[in-house]
């Protein structure tokens, strides 16, 4: 295999990472109907002056035994954590993220690959590794502790607490492969990646 098969190799590995990364996001859009449903029934529910809402005798993660609105206003956040941690990846993959356009607009495609190759070295990938390793720790004494809601809402805290690490994972793996991605186009000196959605030309 020669040097340009090996750098094309190394795009190819960075854009299967980033796709495989991107993956709970792509399909995390239903969390957003999800939470619109659980927002209209926590207003109407208060409204009403409503309480407790349903009753079961078997124990359900997360729900415990019983439905109430306490468990509706927590089950919001939960949400809410979910879609950004699991999202954040599958915006990352599709330049989606937050940057400063005002200046990257500026700079030649090479230029911001290298930009980016930098911003992924030195500040995305050991942030978010330091805080999947802090994150699970801290999702484990949750869990050792049986931590639940102090107003009588949701059950088994940790579940929500695990999607820290998860998404923090996820958005290193998407860091290691766009790493790749953009070496391997520096070193091809290719002017476009032809799996990003818009043609960007220096």
Do not use: C
């Amino acid at each position: 295999m020669d040097g340009r098969s090996q750098q094309s190799a190394m795009v190819r590995l960075g854009n299967a990472l980033l796709d495989i990364s991107a993956l709970p996001g792509r399909y995390g859009s239903i969390l957003i109907l999800m939470l619109v449903f659980v927002v209209m029934i926590s207003v109407v529910g208060a409204q009403m002056g409503l309480s407790d809402l349903l009753v079961w005798e078997r124990r359900i993660p997360l729900f415990g035994n019983h439905l109430n609105m306490t468990s509706i206003s927590e089950l919001q956040w939960h949400l809410f954590s979910l879609l950004i941690m699991l999202s954040g990846a599958y915006a990352l993959r599709d330049n989606r993220h937050i940057r400063v356009d005002i200046m990257s607009s500026r700079f030649s495609y090479r230029t911001r690959l290298w930009v980016d190759l930098f911003g992924d070295l030195v500040f995305l990938i050991p942030f978010f590794a330091f805080l999947a390793w802090y994150s699970l720790a801290f999702t484990q004494m949750a869990y050792g502790f049986g931590e639940q809601s102090n107003a009588g809402g949701l059950v088994d805290r940790y579940l929500v607490k695990a999607v820290l690490p998860i998404g923090s994972v996820l958005l290193v793996v998407a860091g290691v492969g766009r790493v790749l991605r953009n070496f391997g186009l520096l070193l091809t000196g290719q002017k476009t990646d032809p799996s990003l959605s818009e043609e960007i030309v220096s």
